[in-house]
């Protein structure tokens, strides 16, 4: 891994167009409303398998230490 800290650049990942699901297209009990995404799958999948990723490293390399391991699960896999 390359250490980052004093890294100031911006990368533009690009956009995701989401489509908003009608109530009958549902399948979720969640009260909040379900999305198709229309474009941006590969992005969305690259940075979920980075997030992965980057949880095992953390788990594997520094056990206890929990506090970036419980901000990224709460961030993404709420």
């Known amino acids: 891994m390359i250490d980052c800290r004093d890294i100031e650049e911006i990368h533009f990942v690009g956009s995701i167009i989401l489509k908003k699901k009608k109530k009958g297209e549902s399948q979720s009990l969640s009260s909040y ?39 990224i699960n709460i961030t993404l896999f709420i």
């Open 33 to 71: 409303p379900d999305y198709e995404i229309i474009d941006g799958q590969q992005r969305i999948t690259t940075f979920f398998t980075f997030s992965l990723v980057l949880l095992k490293f953390l788990n594997e390399s520094n056990p206890d230490d929990a506090s970036l391991k419980k901000y």
